[in-house]
Structures are given as C-alpha cells and as structure tokens.
C-alpha cells in the first residue's frame, strides 16, 4: 500500500537548527558559519578576523574538525575561547553538534560566535546549524570552475571571499570567470578579494563584518 | 559524503511511517530530489542498500524524481528554468530572484505491507 508522506529528510536537523537560532536571537548573539575547502585558509582568515574583533566584541569560536585539534590551537593562541568539535569522519558539522558544543559556552557574555565547518564544498551548505549567515572562502589555488561544480555553498553565502589573491600572478585563475559565476549564482552576494598572508584586503572584510552584526542587533 | 546520512535520514521516515501505519515491511520510497540539493544520486542508492540492511527496508527500493531548478522572478513574477546557474531573470534582468524549485530533499511516498 502506498502512503503519502511529504517530509523533508533535513526536516529534525532544520528543526534543532531553527532552536538554536531562536536561542542566539534571544541571547543576541551573532552566529556566522565559515565553510570552504580544506587548504582554503579559513583557520587563517579567522585568525587574522578575530585579531581585529577581539578589540571590540566578545568572542567564541567552534571548530569543526575530522580527528585534530590543531585549528582549535591555533584560535586558543589568541584567547579567544574555543570549542572543538571532531566529526570523526564525519564530511560537515550539524545542528545537532552545534546544540551540545553551546552548552559549554557562557551565552550571556558573547556578542559573536563563530563556527568554523569541516574542510569541504559539498555538505556542510545543505545542513543549517542555526547560523544568520553563511561565508564560503575559495582560494585561488582552488581553480575558477569551483561555484559551478559546487553550485548550493555559493549561492546560499552571504559573502564569499577569494583567498590568497597574491598568489594571482603564479596560478592560472580566471577570476573574472569565478566572480561572473558566483554573482550570477548569488546575484545578492558579497566578494571580497584578501590574502590572509599579504595581509591585503582584510580591513574592507572586517568593516563589512562589524555592519551585518550592527545589523543583526 | 553526507548521501549516509541522508539514507539514514529517510530510513527514519520510513521506518516511523510503516509502525504508524502498523505495516510490517517497506518495499519502496519514493524521493523529490533537487538538481541543486547537493545529493548525488548515485551515491544516496549506494548508501541506501548498506543502511538497510537487518531493517524492515533491507532489499527495498529509492525511486528518485528529479526536479529541474525553477526561479520566480519578484519584479516581474516571471517563473523560469535556471540555466546554467544563473539566477537573473531571463525577461526583465532582476537579480531579485526566489527559487522556487531544485532544492527538494523529501520524501513524498512509501510503499509498504
């Protein structure tokens, strides 16, 4: 016999996720999902972020991993309390991980967390973790066909930013292919261009950050 | 690979529609599945066969409908096939576009006994 069904298979992940927005909204905290590549430098870009915003904000940080804790090491340096979560295997972090790595954070006190997803393109866009935005970084290393072959994580981005640009001259990286895709993708989007090494287009980065959590509050 | 826990996520469905239904065996699950949901079939059929396994679904069947990805225009209303990921509306340019469709993952259907 056939039964009608109609659920979304996400349906519990999207449920728990949509609690922990409720929870960050009322706590009024800013919560941004950080995803891309492995080797993409997002542990860089957060470094070099939370340099700038430890100045002014109370921050927290989770970090999703396969097996190490060398990225959580890497944020402790800084001060800034970290929680590491290991996915042992696991391809992307979902709500559920995020609702029990919560529970050793004193919510009172933040302004932002940060959570800081496995290394991949594929699942970490399909699983919401009760974030208010997503950021994807895409380095130039990566290749220009990656918005086109990983189509969901760049249009479900509020800001993508091209990593390593100071690597331009050396790689064969048709940025304008990768900017026209990821805007015709996400017409709605932000681009940033930085280097986390060279240090270069940062400041216009954390400017536009300091704005969406102004915004959200 | 997430296609694991997607076949376990509709493993679960399954399962708690055939107890709901008193059934005692699930022959097939029938599945929208968007070209943008960022599911390979082909992987979600092979995780599907090993998380059956010693379950009331072992042996059973995913039959996948595809669905094409749709943008409504919200200038024009215009409702258009994406083309090669391009989420402008082909009749008036706006880039203020609601898709409508190629991001499903649900189950619509079970059959079972």
């Known amino acids: ?217 | 690979m997430h296609e694991m826990s997607i076949a376990e996520g509709i493993l679960d469905i399954a399962l708690d529609t055939m107890r709901q239904n008193n059934g005692i065996i699930i022959h097939s699950v029938q599945l929208d599945l968007g070209l943008m949901s960022g599911v390979e079939p082909d992987a979600l059929l092979f995780c599907w066969d090993a998380v059956v396994k010693g379950t009331a679904a072992e042996g059973s069947k995913i039959d996948i409908h595809t669905i094409p990805i749709t943008g409504q225009c919200l200038d024009c209303d215009a409702v258009f096939d994406v083309q090669n990921y391009a989420f402008i509306c082909p009749h008036c340019e706006s880039k203020y576009i609601n898709t409508i469709g190629g991001r499903e993952l649900q189950v619509t259907s079970i059959d079972i006994d």
Request: hydrophobic content about 45%; overall charge negative; charged content about 25%.
């Open chain 1, 1 to 217: 016999m056939q039964v009608e069904v109609k659920t979304n298979v996400l349906a519990k992940n999207d449920a728990i996720a949509s609690d922990l927005q409720r929870l960050f909204k009322e706590k009024n905290i800013f919560v941004f999902n950080l995803m891309g590549s492995p080797g993409a430098g997002k542990t860089s870009l957060l470094e070099a972020t939370l340099q700038e915003l430890v100045k002014d904000y109370n921050i927290a940080v989770i970090e999703g991993d396969l097996f190490t804790n060398q990225d959580a090491e890497r944020i402790h340096a800084l001060g800034v309390p970290v929680i590491q979560i290991n996915t042992v295997g696991g391809c992307h972090l979902d709500a559920h991980m995020i609702q029990d790595a919560v529970e050793d954070l004193d919510l009172d006190t933040l302004d932002m967390i940060i959570i800081e997803n496995v290394g991949n393109l594929v699942c970490p866009a399909e699983f919401e973790i009760g974030e208010s935005m997503k950021v994807t970084v895409l380095s130039v290393t990566e290749g220009e066909d990656k918005p086109l072959k990983y189509p969901l994580i760049f249009k479900e981005s509020k800001a993508v930013l091209l990593n390593k640009i100071d690597l331009l001259p050396y790689v064969p990286f048709n940025k304008d292919k990768a900017v026209k895709d990821i805007r015709n993708l996400n017409p709605q989007g932000f681009i940033f261009e930085v280097s986390c090494i060279a240090k270069d287009g940062l400041a216009t980065w954390i400017d536009w950050l300091k704005e969406q959590l102004k915004m959200y509050r």
